[in-house]
């Protein structure tokens, strides 16, 4: 029963992660690039790593996989944030000093 | 060939493909976009490669990658932001 919770858990954050890799590939604008990539690390890596968790036990293992989950999910709309300013900045849409 | 092996390969084909795709093409400042997709599919990758081998002490290589990715992506930013 745990494998296969884990398997769907584990399934479902690789296609999702998948589909927002495909349609980052099909957006033609970057800023909805950024928000593409900011479902990776919002949804489909918590899925796929809850899904270790869940298969390994809370050990060494799991709080590894925990590490990498956590250090995603606050990285990623960091990292998001900071692409869309360098790409407004230089588009015109914001001044050089944004935000003041 | 296991389910985490399966997992580990449409992850490989169908979000680093498109990632490298994506820091390939375009602008610097676009590219970025690749960049940090390929970093993070690549740590969710290595997660899973873990589990299909069952080595888990190399659980280390993500969250190493994880931490290094979001700094040079940070020090990208800074050096493709508009001179003052």
């Keep these: ?100 | 060939m296991n389910w985490w092996l399966l997992a580990f390969g449409v992850l490989l084909v169908g979000g680093l493909g498109p990632g490298l795709w994506l820091a390939l093409r375009g602008p610097a400042a676009h590219r970025l976009v690749g960049l940090e997709l390929t970093g993070s599919v690549a740590a969710l990758a290595m997660m899973l490669w873990c589990q299909a081998i069952g080595q888990a002490s190399f659980l280390i290589v993500p969250v190493v990658l994880v931490l290094l990715s979001f700094a040079g992506t940070l020090v990208f930013t800074r050096l493709l932001g508009p001179h003052r």
Excluded: W
């Excluded at chain 1, 589909?19 to 479902?39: E, I, K, N, P, Q």
């Excluded at chain 1, 298969?55 to 960091?78: E, K, R």
């Design chain 1, 1 to 100: 029963m745990t494998a296969i919770i884990a398997g769907v858990l584990v399934g479902l954050g690789t296609l999702i992660t998948v589909l927002a890799a495909v349609a980052a590939v099909r957006a033609g604008d970057v800023y909805v690039r950024v928000h593409c990539l900011t479902v990776v690390t919002s949804v489909g890596s918590p899925l796929i790593g809850v899904g270790l968790i869940v298969v390994n036990g809370f050990g060494f293992t799991g709080a590894s996989v925990l590490l990498v989950v956590l250090l995603q999910a606050v990285g990623g709309p960091l990292l998001g944030a900071a692409t869309g300013r360098v790409n407004a900045q230089r588009d015109g849409v914001i001044g050089s000093g944004s935000p003041e």
